[in-house]
């Protein structure tokens, strides 16, 4: 079993960077294909980006693709998103999603072990 603890949220001005952390207990973490999804108010979850337990990387989402990259350390335990060029519309929970040696799907269903999120705002 995992657990998924989100790290680094918060209110940001439009343009601005920010890095998110998921730290994952155990000792399979290289094992584990992970993933970011986000929710806006009033929104479906939405994918974002995923990191295959090989390294692939899925493509992220359209929304966010140029200005989201996301990356893992398994020696900390640790995935990231780097968020650049920020937008309002960017703010949303962002949730990290893990599944044992996925396929970096992009649909929630797939993955078997959430995190609670982390709230980030983005100022216009």
């Known amino acids: 079993q995992v657990q998924l603890v989100e790290s680094g949220g918060g209110l940001v001005q439009s343009g601005g960077s920010l890095r998110l952390s998921c730290a994952a207990s155990g000792r399979t973490f290289s094992s584990y294909t992970m993933a970011w999804f986000r929710q806006a108010p009033g929104k479906e979850r939405e994918f974002v980006a995923a990191?295959?337990?090989?390294?692939?990387?899925?493509d992220p989402a359209d929304s966010v693709k140029g200005r989201f990259t996301i990356s893992r350390d398994n020696a900390k335990n640790t995935v990231y998103l780097q968020m650049n060029s920020r937008k309002p519309e960017d703010t949303a929970v962002y949730y990290c999603?893990?599944?044992?040696?996925?396929?970096?799907?992009?649909?929630?269903?797939?993955?078997?072990?959430w995190g609670q999120g982390t709230q980030v705002t983005v100022s216009s």
């Open positions: 999603a893990a599944e044992w040696r996925g396929r970096g799907a992009t649909v929630g269903e797939a993955y078997d072990y």
């Open positions: 990191i295959s337990w090989t390294g692939g990387r899925t």
